[in-house]
């Protein structure tokens, strides 16, 4: 019985080990993102720094792991068996929880999902020892559970949301009007003493109130920090101030944010491994706990020892805490989908416009227009003078008169100051709620605390508020999904295991497994989408009619090479009836279509990059975009619909339609590789006889039209079919058409280029 239980323990740990990764891969985004947004350093500077704060922050976590023993509910009240099935579900269900959340990108609270867990995975057990111990008593399942202290956790974290939104705003808000968006100046001279005050109270809250969780302090130098705490505030403040004011006298390059920044990125990883750490191991540490209890009684009954033995206050081990530090710090390299997550939330606070993950709802809608209605009343109460003077203060366009001001917001999301507002403010409520051995969500902490940020900075402006609204909603919406599917799957394993035993935890494993493995897939296809069409963004380069065309023709070779082998594939499948085969086409037709809609979306960030002397180069390469997406859209329609008519089981194509299909498909095959070869060689001589060619390609379009109204005449064509039909010919003109402007408009580019003619 005892190897029985030491294999749960073993799976317990390697549960752990997946955990770590995945929750790291979600949580990177809470100490990440500002540096990143900001791009404060570079990106392996600011990984190492993290790094470190990371495993620093590993051994002040010990105070909390005491959440996962005793926080929830009461052992005392478990078998230790039971106690085992309570551990096993929680791991299982927030390994697929949190992976699944970090396929997708979106941030969500470890901290939740390990309450909700541990409560649903207690209160399925309860229920069930009391259906079989005493059926009918229903009122007894609230003494399993430690009510008070699960409500206290939970309505923190809730309450957590309200105050890092506004304390953040605030924060923002009164350092914006202090330092402006063009705070070079003002930097240099109140710079050291917001850098004193910003570092002094990170130190506070991170050495004092943090101390006291520490594993590797005795009770002695907790005393004497606890006794000197506001003496070692003054210190900290004088020295911090005179020290970044020494270093800015004497090194010019010496910036004052980006060391705050980069202090405060250290600071956030330390508080989030000390808050959050627990949300990974704590369970498994506990199991491992109940394990030893149970092998220090001889001849227990696992069955029936209750494990009062978890109701005390136990030491976690520092090297175990080390060994946790060092796989986030691991993690943090390697994994993919925290780059995904923090990706996110970067681009819900940046400061200027661009492509929007999410579209408007009707409720950002309305609520925008609502607050704007009581800003306009607001603004309307304040006096003339305070209001103009307030918004010369926030005015950007000071900051655009300024080259070097101009590259570092053009280079970043937003700047330093908004960046060391996000995260002094974010470690300094996450330390604080640690030293309250309360397990804050530090998700809801700095995500709120960014957005916070970004409002108050006016980052919401008219032309992003209602999607900024909408992605922040469904985030937050996806927390209390959270919640109930946390509380939900582990009720639902706790269950399965209780009846299944050791065959069903084998299983569930198995199926964790599984699920890990297909979401890195998942994952994987997404991430290389995104890049394929990202790839030829770059905000960092000036663009002109030389390089443009070297950044891009490429991108639109690329895709417009795709368009007669998908066109062939989807008259192969709709020949053969391939539902497999046409589904795989209209994805891969839809990402065609979403490749060619980013350009056109982010065509203004083009444009914006131009040298001034090129406008009728942006004039054409909108010309190029505008053909490229109507070619992509009409592929697309013609995949969809093949793929539409053959999932509806309708009548598939007739002999005569395939061969014509063919014969089309051959044609145009030969036109682009033409048309390729034109853009790819800037050899436009040709252009005449590509245009011959494709008239010929309508007329036999014409032809073929003529043919199925023959065909329908004469009842051989039914009536789902000849709608399919003529569409496909319909899409096909619309194609032809469009790749030949798109053709002409490229060629005029290179003219106004004054590109030589290669003939």
């Known amino acids: 019985m005892e190897t029985f239980y030491l294999i749960l323990v073993i799976a317990l740990f390697g549960l752990a080990f997946s955990d770590l990764i995945v929750g790291v891969s979600n949580d990177a985004v809470n100490f990440l993102n500002s540096a990143i947004g900001a791009k404060a350093a570079p990106f392996k500077i600011i990984m190492l720094i993290a790094a470190l704060g990371v495993v620093a922050g590993a051994t002040f976590s010990s105070g909390l792991m005491e959440v996962a023993r005793k ?10 068996s039971e106690i085992m099935i309570i551990f096993l579900a929680v791991m299982i269900t927030d390994v697929i929880l949190l992976d699944a959340y970090n396929t997708f990108g979106l941030p969500t609270s470890t901290t939740v999902s390990i309450v909700f867990e541990l409560l649903g995975a207690a209160v399925a057990i309860a229920m069930l020892k009391v259906y079989y111990a005493a059926p009918g008593e229903v009122e007894t399942i609230a003494s399993y559970i430690n009510s008070s202290n699960a409500l206290r956790i939970i309505s923190g974290i809730l309450l957590s949301v309200v105050v890092a939104f506004s304390i953040g705003a605030f924060v923002q808000y009164i350092a914006r009007l202090a330092f402006t968006f063009n705070y070079n100046k003002n930097i240099r001279t109140f710079g050291a003493i917001w850098g004193g005050l910003a570092i002094t109270a990170i130190t506070y809250f991170m050495l004092l109130k943090g101390a006291k969780g520490a594993s590797f302090m005795d009770e002695t130098a ?56 627990v949300n990974f191991i704590g369970v498994p540490l506990a199991g491992y706990d109940s394990f030893l209890a149970f092998q220090a009684a001889p001849d227990a009954d696992p069955n029936g020892m209750l494990m009062t033995a978890l ?22 390299y390697l994994s993919k989908k925290a780059h995904s997550v923090i990706q996110t939330e970067v681009n819900l606070g940046r400061q200027g416009e661009g492509s929007e993950r999410f579209s408007s709802t009707l409720f950002s809608r309305v609520l925008v227009r609502n607050v704007r209605l009581v800003s306009s009343g607001v603004n309307y109460v304040i006096p003339g003078p305070i209001r ?21 917001i053009d280079a970043s999301s937003f700047d330093l100051i908004r960046a060391s507002v996000n995260l002094f403010v974010a470690s300094i409520l996450i330390a604080f709620a640690t030293s309250l051995k309360l397990p804050l969500s530090t998700t809801y902490v700095t995500f709120m605390v ?25 985030v937050v919406g996806g927390w209390f999904l959270t919640a ?76 417009l090479s795709e368009v007669p082998s998908t066109f062939l594939s989807v008259i192969k499948g709709l020949a053969n009836e391939d539902h497999k085969k046409l589904r795989k086409k209209s994805k891969e037709a839809s990402s065609l279509n979403k490749q060619a809609k980013f350009l056109k979306d982010n065509v203004h960030v083009t444009i914006d990059k131009f040298e001034k002397d090129s406008i009728d180069a942006g004039h054409f390469y909108v010309q190029v975009l505008d053909f490229l997406r109507e070619v992509t859209r009409s592929i697309y329609i013609i995949a969809k619909s093949a793929t539409t008519h053959v999932d509806n089981n309708h009548k598939g194509l007739l002999p005569d339609q395939v061969e014509e299909l063919n014969q089309l498909s051959t044609k145009i095959a030969d036109l682009y590789d033409d048309i390729l070869k034109s853009i790819n060689e800037h050899r436009y001589t040709e252009i005449d006889s590509i245009i011959e060619t494709q008239v010929e390609i309508i007329k036999l379009i014409d032809q073929i039209n003529k043919k199925q109204v023959k065909r329908i005449k004469n009842h051989e064509a039914g009536t789902k079919n000849s709608l399919m039909y003529f569409g496909i010919l319909s899409e096909l003109k619309s194609i032809l058409f469009d790749t030949i402007n798109l053709l002409k408009s490229q060629r005029d580019f290179m003219l106004e280029q004054n590109y030589d003619d290669e003939s």
């Open 388 to 408: 103009r003077s307030i918004d010369n203060r926030f005015d950007m366009q000071k900051v655009r008169e300024s080259n070097i001001a101009q590259q570092q």
């Open 450 to 474: 960014a957005m916070g940020t970004s409002l108050a900075d006016g980052a919401w402006g008219r032309e992003s508020a209602v999607y900024r609204v909408t992605g922040v909603l469904s």
């Open 222 to 277: 907790k005393a004497w920090i606890a006794s000197n705490s506001w003496t070692i505030v003054m210190v900290s403040f004088v020295s911090w101030t005179i020290i970044l004011q020494l270093l800015s006298m004497i090194y010019k390059k010496f910036n004052i944010l980006k060391t705050i920044v980069l202090v405060g990125t250290f600071a956030l990883a330390m508080a989030f491994a000390g808050n959050d750490l």
């Open 311 to 332: 109701s005390g206050k136990i030491r976690t081990d520092t090297w175990m805490l080390l060994i946790a530090g060092l796989i986030m710090v691991v993690t943090l």
């Open 71 to 80: 926080g929830i509910f009461n052992p005392e009240m478990f078998f230790f």
């Open 484 to 559: 109930f599917s946390a509380f939900t799957a582990a009720f639902l394993l706790a269950t399965i295991i209780y009846y299944g035993k050791m065959p069903a935890v084998i299983i569930l494993i198995a199926i964790a497994a599984f699920v890990v493995f297909r979401t890195h897939l998942i994952h994987k296809k997404r991430v290389e989408k995104k890049d394929a069409r990202e790839r030829s963004i770059d905000a960092d380069d000036t663009i002109n009619g030389k390089n443009i065309v070297d950044k891009y023709s490429n991108t639109i070779v690329e895709i």
